[in-house]
């Protein structure tokens, strides 16, 4: 492949900024995001390729914009809905239950 999936020693990225004594998770959601990928693939809804697959469709501007759990949260809520797990729709519910949970715990 070559394209916004892979741009490893690509010319024209700028230099590779990585930050001092990165943490694994920056956020609790990364480290929860990973791990249900990691337990479906185990559960034997779909391997590592079917999984890299499902991240490597988003647009290459939202690829290269965003972070890396970002792309794993993308190849997440893709595989879980077409393994018939849950829906887009289910899944906005969600987001949009959790964020007024967020907001009203800020005020």
Do not use: K
Not at 39 to 57: F, H, I, K, P, V
Not at 67 to 79: D, I, K, M, T, V
């Amino acid at each position: 492949m070559n394209g916004a999936h892979d741009v490893g020693g690509m010319h024209g990225f700028g230099p590779i900024d990585p930050e001092v004594d990165e943490p694994v998770f920056h956020a609790e959601w990364e480290r929860r995001c990973f791990a249900l990928s990691v337990a479906m693939g185990a559960y034997g809804s779909w391997n590592l390729d079917m999984s890299r697959y499902a991240r490597e469709t988003l647009p290459p501007g939202d690829y290269l914009t965003t972070s890396y759990y970002e792309h794993w949260l993308h190849g997440l809520q893709r595989q879980l809905v077409e393994h018939d797990f849950l829906s887009y729709d289910e899944i906005e519910q969600r987001m949009r239950t959790l964020q007024q949970a967020s907001d009203h715990a800020e005020t």
